[in-house]
């Protein structure tokens, strides 16, 4: 099947099989290996990129219907100048063992774009679909108040 996918600004044009997901497509055809393989069932958000600015799970997604412009980890920094949200993460230390990372800070814009993140719990919260193992959630708790704020 033809499929035109709008990555990071750029129209990708693959022919795939119907059931492949969308963070297969990303990874093994447009060979962006930003967004990060980990439970492969949606629940670790390891792999979570923006459609239209929306929080999804590119391995609950089918390529073939993400339709919208979709942003990944690697469509965020301007050349040397990091997102303010990567920046944040980096000042904030809340990068750990950075294998989950590229999907907390998607989720983070995500968040923060519906209007979320008024409060520490409410990041939790907004959070929770997000699983770091290496226990720093108080540090992108922190990164994403920094960011909130610096965007305010």
Same mark, same amino acid.
């Given at each position: 099947?033809?499929?035109?996918?709008? @990555?990071?600004?750029?129209?990708?044009? =693959?022919? /795939?099989?119907?059931? @492949?997901?969308?963070? $297969?497509?990303?990874?093994?055809?447009?060979?962006?290996?930003? #967004? %990060? %393989? *980990?439970?492969?069932? +949606?629940?670790? &958000?390891?792999? #979570?990129?923006?459609? $239209? &600015?929306?929080?999804?799970?590119?391995?609950?997604?089918?390529?073939?219907?993400?339709?919208? %412009?979709? #942003?990944?980890?690697?469509?965020?920094?301007?050349?040397?100048?990091?997102?303010?949200?990567?920046?944040?993460?980096?000042?904030? $230390? +809340?990068?750990?063992?950075?294998?989950? #990372?590229?999907?907390?800070?998607?989720?983070? /814009? *995500? =968040?923060? &774009?519906? +209007?979320?993140? %008024?409060?520490?719990?409410?990041?939790?919260?907004?959070?929770? +679909?997000? /699983?770091?193992?290496? *226990?720093?959630?108080?540090?992108?708790?922190?990164? /994403?108040? =920094?960011?909130?704020?610096?965007?305010?």
């Amino acid at each position: 099947m033809d499929v035109t996918l709008n @990555v990071n600004g750029e129209a990708r044009h =693959l022919r /795939i099989e119907p059931r @492949v997901s969308l963070l $297969d497509a990303l990874r093994e055809r447009c060979g962006l290996t930003g #967004t %990060k %393989k *980990g439970c492969d069932h +949606g629940q670790c &958000g390891a792999c #979570t990129v923006l459609i $239209d &600015g929306r929080r999804v799970h590119a391995c609950l997604t089918l390529a073939v219907m993400a339709r919208g %412009k979709i #942003t990944t980890i690697e469509g965020l920094a301007r050349g040397e100048q990091l997102h303010p949200m990567q920046a944040a993460f980096v000042e904030c $230390d +809340g990068l750990q063992c950075g294998y989950c #990372t590229p999907g907390q800070i998607m989720s983070a /814009i *995500g =968040l923060l &774009g519906e +209007g979320h993140a %008024k409060s520490d719990d409410e990041v939790r919260e907004e959070m929770s +679909g997000n /699983i770091c193992r290496c *226990g720093a959630y108080s540090n992108i708790v922190s990164a /994403i108040q =920094l960011a909130r704020g610096r965007s305010a």
